[in-house]
């Protein structure tokens, strides 16, 4: 469980330091929850039949799950204080199907300043058993001591 409590800062990360890793399991239960929360009725996503109908190998996870879980990995991360600037680009590239573990992994690709913010750029891949399913990016912004300090 995060300790919300505890803030990160911009002064403390930096380029190429990994973010700890979460892995969903993506059960057949979590794939209706999703479907039904998201309001994505869209059966390639609770029923195997007619995903396999479809030219998948099984039901699948959709990309709105699939980006709930980086914004939990990132949230984690940056902590309360910080801020998603923006997600993607992403491209999905194998189903995250029902009896996988998704495992989202994160590196710090840039840190910037830009004005009043202070930038991180984080390279995201969601992987599964057989290789990357989902690949892309995002930018956040984190709080600044300096700034806090009037400096």
């Known amino acids: 469980m995060p300790d919300w409590s505890v803030q990160r800062y911009w002064e403390d990360v930096s380029e190429g330091e990994q973010l700890p ?49 980086w914004e939990r990995t990132v949230r984690e991360y940056i902590g309360l204080a910080g801020t998603i600037k923006r997600i993607g680009p992403m491209r999905m590239k194998k189903f995250a199907t029902a009896g996988e573990t998704v495992e989202v992994r994160a590196v710090i690709t840039r840190k910037w300043r830009a004005d009043d913010d202070a930038l991180l750029e984080l390279d995201l891949r969601s992987v599964i058993s057989t290789g990357d399913a989902v690949a892309g990016s995002m930018c956040v912004s984190l709080p600044s001591r300096a700034q806090q300090e009037g400096r």
């Open 21 to 69: 890793p979460l892995r969903f399991p993506i059960t057949v239960h979590r794939l209706v929850v999703a479907a039904g929360a998201g309001k994505d009725f869209a059966p390639i996503h609770h029923n195997s039949e007619v995903a396999r109908a479809s030219g998948a190998p099984d039901m699948y996870a959709s990309n709105v799950f699939l980006l709930g879980m």
